[in-house]
């Protein structure tokens, strides 16, 4: 048997398992429904809306934000993230949440807000008006 | 008009091109001439068309659809100029130029070559066509007129003058969402303004502008380094097609190794570039996030670095006809660096990755996803036919066995552990497109066995020697550095602090590296010098990863609060925001902070600014770089002074807009309204005192309860009077008053509150900033510094070969 081939497999093999293993624990899985997240165990990219009616609140001393979230059906659920609030938070349209549901809250790990960009205002009136 | 026209004309000018060389190939002997004709007349063509749209944003031409959108009048000539590249339609045009560029070089280079020309233009000209098809009107081209699509324009970017015109009334509409007034731009209202003798680029007086994020030095230089690597990385593809369709495979290493190493050296160079540029003014606080954008570039780097080091021993086993070892290898790498290519711009550009990316994408259509896909299906088609077609010749020809002891063996190993680096990162990367993603984790881990790896392969190739080594003269030869590397990676390990067990492995990796490279490098340098190339690259790559080591296990960051003129102490540094100064016209607001340490004081100046480009909040960092560390200071948020201390940690903070609800531990609280008292304004003004409330309407078991926490103002001082309700056991505090119709609020429980806050205390201004020391940074450019020297040198002796 070729040395080339053995070593090459080798590596090529080893790496491929580790990399299959990895993909299934680092795995992030998009989520919309909520009812799904409050289910599940793994990493979760959450796209929904603030609930405006429930505030959020700051707790500056252990820089923790928290804020409540709804999908699409209305169903909602308690984000917690450490950090600081994102500064376009209060004008963002969906909010895209990275992170875990734990003992009834979402620990997010990330929060990005999608704010009505120039862009989608033009496109929504282009539908209303043609 | 001009524009389409050049492009048109170019894309014809191309496929004669390619019929003519095709012809040459088929043993006409009067095709060649004009097939260079066909060639050079479409670069001309795509030099003109990317000469009027520079031209064309230069001088605000915003009846081009792309300069309105991209561009805006207020931009330097520089920054003016990269906006040539700011959207999906012009950084085509832009890669488009570069290997209509290229493409000159390269027909020059091989019309010295024999029969050369006509294999490896045929095709690389055949890529020039795809990508003129990208531009061609209708598709991606940057002329498109603004009324072509009804457009959207803000009243603002229109000329003032023009409004008042009769009919534009029926142009005009609002939006309920923004409260914004736009114009709608269509056909019709370019024809009423022509009629009125109105050019359009008198009408929009404004662009929409730059991307802020875009704006800034370094979108000069980085997005046409990487669209120059991506062009030149067309020629190894070309030089083994040729190599394939003559079916002879000794010259072509030779020939094709200057440009595989020139197109990798200035693809990586890019690379690092988009790194330091995220690093230093996009404040993502590293050099390097995982983002698909950066992996995409990242895989064919990665594939033409393996295809470099098994290029090597091809070129070094030839000997008299014999074409050399590793040929089916080069080939498939040499086809797979370029495909790879390809495939980052579909997953880049095809707006099929959504929102997996910081960076945005817009869906360019259909007509574009499906032209992507044909263009990658073409080349692979191509590609990989040839080496079917050849597979049995290349299979019985190039068939042979390495020593288990051979540089050759080590440098194969190497490239097959870089291919692996490569899968694993386009599968993390392709993850979107079915559904999925991966955390960071999955790079970070799976890349560093690999790293660590290919560390000690290098060390290990370069004590080896070709063909086969003696395990005693290897074990001679490998046990004064590997002594050594021992010895400086406990040293570090212990200087350092290092614990995690990878961490030393990795750094013993990179040590071990580092001192072969370098003691090579020291023996060569008496001799020839234009040999140093592989050395002083790989020292590169070790001193980048030792800044890895540094950067990635010790980077320590912490969110500190400053008040404006009190000092804070952070990982040894002494802290003082000291005001903030308006920067460019008052549109941009740097925060000074003084920074002491060690009897040494400097000012930096994170700067904050609201967009008018997207209205959301930009934040650029500051660092102050030694060289055993940077101190990176990114600004977070401010806050003006004025509202009352906050001084309940376990409060909660709320914001109630007029007429609205919040709730606090099963109390409803609603704002009503303020208690502005009529004799408060005149006080307001006159300087006496007055004071103002905001009257509360507190729901708790069905029970309402009104009260009215006030903010008082006497003799100049400002306090807050707060409110109870023992009832509902809430305390509620009143942090500050906004005349918009909002107060801010702190809400506690009573029996929770043992200290009640007695102190009246104005609040000063306070700003947010993240803060982080990240040691030893300066290795990760460094290093890549090096290492593009190294390539730098390796091109030079490469090219010098190939002239042979």
Partial sequence: MNNKYIFGGIIIVVFLGIMGYLFTQTNVQYEEDFTKIV??????????EWVKEKHYSIDKSNNIFTFYMKDFNGKEIKVVYKGAIPNNFESSTSVVVTGKYQNGEFHASDILTKCPSKYETQYEIKETNS | MAGNIFITFALLASVFSIIMYYLTYKGYTNTKNLARIGYHLSTIAIIAASAYLLHALLTHQYQFSYVYNYSNSDLSTGMLMSTFWAGQEGSFMLWLLFTAISGLILLEYTSKRGDLEYRVMMIFTLALAFLLVMVSPGLKDPFTFIWSEPTFIDIKNIKQSYLSLPFMQQFTFSDGNTGQTLIKMNEQLAGLLAGNGISIDQFIAFGKGLNPLLNNFWMQIHPPMLFAGFSMATAPFAFAFAALIKNEYKDWVKQSFPWLLAAMMILGLAIMLGGYWAY??????????WDPVENSSLVPWIVGVAAIHTFIIQKKTQSGEGAGRFVKTNLILSILTYLLVLYSTFLTRSGILGEASVHSFVSPGMMVYTLLILFIGTFTVLGFGAIAYRWKYLEKTFTSEDNMLSKELALFTGSVA???????????TSAPIFGTAVEISFYNELGLPIAILLGFLNGLSLLLRWKKTSEKALLDSTKM???????????????GGIKDFMAILFTFSAVFMLVVNLDTAIKIFKGKKSFLGAYVAHTGIALFMLGVVATGWFTREEQVELKEGQMTNVFGYNLTYTGYTPIENGEKFKFNITVEKDGSSNIIAPVMYISSFNNSLMRDPDIITK????????????????GKKENNSSATKVTVTKGQTTEYNGAEIKFTKFDFPPDAM???????????????EIEFNGKKYNVEPKMETKSGQRSFVGAKVKEANLNIELLNLDASGKVELSLSQINNNNTESKIEEVKLPSLWVEASIKPFMNLIWIGTLTVVLGFLIAAFRRTKEANK
């Fill in chain 2, 682 to 696: 005149a006080a307001m003004q006159s300087g006496k005192d007055f004071y103002i409330g905001a009257l509360l």
């Fill in chain 2, 418 to 428: 870089l291919i692996a680096a490569a899968l694993i990162i386009i599968v993390g």
């Fill in chain 2, 481 to 495: 550095p590997l002594i050594i590397s021992i010895v400086l990676t406990i040293a570090i390990v212990f200087l």
């Fill in chain 2, 280 to 289: 230093i003014i996009l404040g993502w606080g590293g050099y390097w996030g």
């Fill in chain 2, 627 to 642: 060289f055993t560390n940077d101190f990176y200071v990114s600004p977070v948020s401010f806050e003006e002074g004025g």
């Fill in chain 1, 39 to 48: 289910n599940s165990k793994g990493t979760i990219k959450a796209t929904g």
